[in-house]
Nanobody
Framework: EVQLVESGGGLVQPGGSLRLSCVAS????????MKWVRQAPGKDVEWVST????????DYADSVKGRFTIARDNAKNTLYLQMNSLMAEDTAIYFC???????RGQGTQVTVSS
């Protein structure tokens, strides 16, 4: 059974940090380009960041560039998203997924509020 399980979300004050994790199982994680996407209440899904299979290439949405860092550990089948300088606009459910959209997790809620 394919699973992508996100964790690390929560409530944080503006300017704070969170680190999201996504543990993959049931497929060969290292074969896939991976991404994070998010969905804020009442809004469409927004792409956040992508990382290639060997971690040599990363890409970010302009809205998070310089604040978020994507990483992966293929030995642990785990994808990460380090989020710094969080803003209210970052409030959303964050999902990890294969870049081709074949697999996606259930998401973890991130709420940025004072």
């Amino acid at each position: 059974e394919v699973q992508l399980v996100e964790s690390g979300g929560g409530l944080v004050q503006p300017g704070g940090s969170l680190r999201l994790s996504c543990v993959a199982s049931g497929f060969t994680f290292s074969f896939y380009v991976m991404k994070w996407v998010r969905q804020a209440p009442g809004k469409d899904v927004e792409w956040v960041s992508t990382i290639n299979r060997g971690s040599s290439t990363t890409d970010y949405a302009d809205s998070v560039k310089g604040r978020f860092t994507i990483a992966r550990d293929n030995a642990k089948n785990t994808l990460y998203l380090q989020m710094n300088s969080l803003m209210a606009e970052d409030t959303a459910i964050y999902f990890c997924a294969t870049a081709d959209g074949k697999y996606r997790g259930q998401g973890t809620q991130v709420t940025v509020s004072s």
